[in-house]
């Protein structure tokens, strides 16, 4: 454990401490940031410190838009020249959100880091492939200082390029793996045609800015030969770090020494008892630049009570379920893509690749799941295709409750991604 003394504190002195830091957390904001005071004002926040954890619901929540609102530096509590670094959402489009660090927010950004690498045994021994966009996306950058924070060495590639990417990989004697799931499962293809298995000495792979179903990280894994874990943030509250998996993979920890969560009903926006499934919400414990209350994060996970058998005493999340935005309603029924992803990633005969077609029909929304070919299938076997089309059809019904279209299309035909992928094309408008 990269700080265990944190990582495994009894849970009443966990509290305890998190109470003690939104409070300050509050008293900064009242402080320090205008805008964000006059909110809390207008919900009701006299300035008053809290009294327990669950005072909490009564403070008002933070949104996305409040970033755009502000944009750029209204909600920040520094002062520009305290300001380190900016970073920001890699959006192509309109005004990025921006979030911005002081020294220690980056001092406490690359322990973030070390403990989710750690958690997977990473250490000084290592030399991590970074494949993550540099820039204003949070996570090349995160990942690259706090993975030098625990003497790793670091080869910061960015993303495109794979023969390159490769080449690195072997020559460099690359053991750890930095990249989204997407991203990864490309590359993993590729090494895997170009037969480089046994000349690689990958072992890890640490993967983040987007969720990764089971059955999608096991191919990765399977290809590379290397064990993966999960991790989760958003540059809105840090970046990545925000939580990781341990050695246990079942749930990722939040560390909540920084960040106080909650889960909410994303309509009623009533906290749910724990263990719920809904949306989280995350409160920022101790930074001091862009200090954020109760932030709708639109991503759906549940928290996991109970003792994980690694020792860490910090809540899990389950690995995120999609985002509530995400969200597709067919015919009455919720549908996330990571729910097709889970049916159609380890199914024989198909590939890994997959895209949602979302279309208008009448007053009724339809879905057409297109499905790649695994390279070496017979696409000229129709009693074949027919077969595999309708187990799809089946296997889809039976995990969404829902008749869908299935289509299966040839190899190599659908778009690979380089960053994060994006499956679902809407259909809907005009
Ligand atoms: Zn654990």
């Known amino acids: 454990m990269w700080q265990p003394e944190i990582e495994t504190m009894d849970p009443e002195r966990l509290r305890a401490l998190q109470l003690r830091r939104l409070n300050e957390t509050l008293a900064f904001i009242m402080e320090r940031a205008p805008a964000q005071r006059k909110k809390l004002e207008d919900a009701g926040y006299g300035g008053a410190p809290l009294r327990s954890l669950k005072e909490i619901e009564k403070l008002p929540f933070t949104y996305k838009k ?27 489009t309109g005004k990025p959100t921006i979030n911005g660090y002081t020294r220690s927010d980056m001092e406490l950004w ?4 070390a403990r989710i690498a750690r958690a997977v045994g990473v250490t000084g021994e290592d030399t991590a492939q970074i494949s993550f966009g540099y820039g204003l996306f949070t996570g090349g950058f995160g990942l690259h200082q706090g993975l030098e924070h625990i ?32 991203y990864a499962l490309y590359l993993s293809e590729a090494a895997r045609e170009h037969g480089l298995g046994g000349r690689l000495k990958l072992r890890v792979g640490l993967f983040g800015g987007e969720g990764c179903t089971p059955e999608m990280r096991k191919t990765i894994e399977d290809n590379l030969g290397i064990v993966a874990t999960n991790n989760y943030g958003l540059c809105e509250i840090t970046g990545p770090g925000v939580s990781g998996e341990c050695i246990e993979r079942n749930g990722q920890h939040i560390a909540e020494d920084h960040f106080y969560a909650e889960i909410i ?50 809540v899990r999340m389950t690995n995120t379920l999609g985002r509530s935005d995400d969200m ?10 990571s729910q097709i992803e889970s049916v159609l990633v380890g199914m ?6 997959y895209l949602l077609l979302l279309r208008r029909e009448g007053l009724h929304d339809t879905l057409e799941v297109q499905v790649e070919l695994a390279p070496s299938e017979d696409i000229e076997s129709y009693a074949k295709l027919e077969g595999l089309t309708g187990r799809i059809r089946e296997k889809l019904r039976s995990v969404l409750g829902l008749n869908v279209k299935v289509t299966l299309v040839a190899p190599q035909t659908i778009e690979r991604f380089q960053g994060k992928a994006k499956r679902v094309v809407d259909l809907r408008n005009g």
């Open 66 to 92: 409040d970033f755009h609102d502000n944009y750029p530096f209204g909600l920040f509590a520094a002062d520009k020249r305290d300001v380190l670094r900016l970073q920001g959402t890699s959006g192509t």
């Open 110 to 113: 690359k322990d973030l880091i």
């Open 151 to 182: 003497g790793v060495t670091v080869l910061p590639l960015s993303s495109g390029n794979t023969d390159r990417q490769l080449m690195m990989m072997e020559d460099m004697g690359v053991t750890v793996l930095v990249a989204t799931p997407s």
């Open 265 to 314: 009903d994303p309509d009623t926006e009533r906290v749910l008892p724990l263990g719920e499934k809904g949306e989280l919400v995350l409160t920022t414990l101790t930074r001091r630049c862009v200090p954020v209350i109760r932030y709708r994060t639109r991503d759906i996970t549940r928290l996991m009570p109970g003792a994980c058998p690694c020792g860490r005493t910090h």
């Open 328 to 337: 597709m309603i067919i015919k009455g029924v919720n549908v996330f893509p």
């Open 348 to 353: 024989e005969h198909i590939g890994p690749h």
